[in-house]
């Protein structure tokens, strides 16, 4: 498996942004669905965000509510998630994944999961 690794995490206040990003190699950019998932306190893992490799098509969880934005970035074989109005409830391990898919991306698909980004949103 190859790898995907993340940056980008820190510690914010309420209502702050922040941007991960995910480096893949580049079969894998091609190739995959890239993905981010997050384990916040005492929750299973959840999907956050997701983007096709053909359609470019995006999906989100539902409790993102149109704050975050994934997309793809060619120049550096990478998925990038801007998170904006962030909340203490956000607070967790952000994972970068990646999984088969095509013109849509399942969450099941993914199988390939990076080290893992800590993500901090202070009150």
């Known amino acids: 498996q190859a790898q995907l690794v993340e940056s980008g995490g820190g510690t914010v206040q309420t209502g702050g942004s922040l941007r991960l990003s995910c480096a893949a190699d580049n079969w894998k950019y091609a190739m995959s669905c890239l993905g981010w998932f997050r384990q916040v306190p005492g929750k299973e893992r959840e999907p956050v965000a997701s983007i096709a490799p053909e359609s470019g098509r995006t999906e989100y969880g539902e409790f993102v509510m149109g704050r975050f934005t994934i997309s793809r970035n060619s120049a550096t074989k990478s998925a990038d998630l801007q998170m904006t109005g962030l909340k203490p409830t956000d607070s967790g391990i952000y994972y970068c994944?990646?999984?088969?898919?095509?013109?849509?991306?399942?969450?099941?698909?993914?199988?390939?999961w990076g080290q893992g980004t800590q993500v901090t949103v202070s009150s």
């Open positions: 994944a990646a999984g088969w898919g095509g013109r849509v991306c399942s969450w099941n698909a993914f199988n390939s």
